[in-house]
């Protein structure tokens, strides 16, 4: 069986010039991150001796739209990189393999462009916007913009200028590794002895999107306080960089009487399991997720990792952290007893076997992808299937 490659597409408003990307979204190896690579193709006859630039550009929305009064602006926009690509700088330039076919199946008018990601650059993420906000959502979002113009500090005009919103992701390692996260806490009462022990233990590290959390909880009551009731949740830490605001929210809880009351003396132990979804937090405001756009099913924000040597200090953007919070009802009197326990919530890299589990539950939304059948073609020699950018609503892993 032959498989096609899937190629994205999208012109300028006049059609004079057509951008080709072979992905959407650009993953963050930690230590490197996947250039922007694509190729333009040009009707030379329109350009009348101007040139043809390309930027890389992210937009930082820290504040909401209807907020911004008298000037004020809550975003900012950056021009991460811009390139000139017609005519070409570089004319050795070392093209990717779809670069390559791309170029040869689109002709004498197609050139290559690559751009590359800053190092620290932030990852795509979008805080999710309540039931009533109005305009754009909050986060951080990356485009690539190609347009014709007489020297690169025009801005182009929109009928010749072509923009499409990209993604910049992380995944997880290769390998999740052995270690249990743990975490041991202790409460003792001011007008009465002994102290109310409480363990939590994660069955692993590194969770991927839609996996079952796995908490052992083990109690040991040598206070003379009861323990009324045990709540857990999954929580999201997000702190914004750019106004150095943080918050968190509760993406997935429960709360259990089993094993109560645990009176003095006594001691418990029981496994909880919970699963957070962005699905089970629609119309949550602040909510952070992948990168959104518009109408896709996306997941929860990744975890933020940071290179060796470098701390979660030195990164930009919006950071994202997760942890597993464990609560005590000791009563009116005694209070709670809390802990939390950090683990990193990832997308699994391609090639794994987790990530062919992954893809096989998604199955059926490539079925329902042959509903776009009529926004793309197929070319029968190289097996290249274009299709309009636009059009794609659906994720689906590369």
Known sequence: MVVAVKVFKKSAPNGKITVYLGKRDFIDHVEHVDPVDGVIVLDQDYLRGRKVYGQLITTYRYGREEDEVMGVKFSKEMVLLKEQIYPMVNSKMEMTPMQERLVKKLGANAYPFMFHFPSMAPSSVTLQAGEDDQGKPLGVEYSIKIFVGEDEEEKGHKRSSVT?????????????????????????????????????????????????????????????????????????????????????????????????????????????????????????????????????DVNLASSTMISEGKSHSDAMGIIISYSLRVKLNCGTLGGELQTDVPFKLLTPAPGTIDRERVNALKKMKSIERHRYENSHYADDDDNIVFEDFARLRMNEPE
Do not use: W
């Not at 003792?188 to 994660?202: A, C, D, R």
């Not at 323990?227 to 809880?253: D, P």
């Open 164 to 296: 499409l919103l990209i993604k910049k992701l992380q995944h997880a390692p290769s390998t999740r590794g052995r270690r249990l996260p743990s975490s041991l806490v202790s409460k003792g009462f001011t007008f009465s002895q002994g102290k109310i022990n409480l363990e939590v233990t994660l069955d692993r590290e590194i969770y991927y999107h839609g996996e079952k959390i796995a908490a052992n909880i083990v109690v040991t009551n040598n206070s003379r306080k009861t323990v009324k009731s045990i709540k857990c949740f999954v929580v999201q830490h997000c702190e914004v960089t750019m106004v150095n605001a943080q918050f968190s929210k509760h993406i997935a809880s429960l709360e259990t009487r089993e094993g109560c009351p645990i009176t003095p003396g006594a001691s418990f132990t029981k496994s909880f399991f919970l699963v957070p979804l962005a699905s089970s937090n629609k119309d949550r405001r602040g909510i952070a997720l992948d990168g959104h756009l518009k109408d896709e």
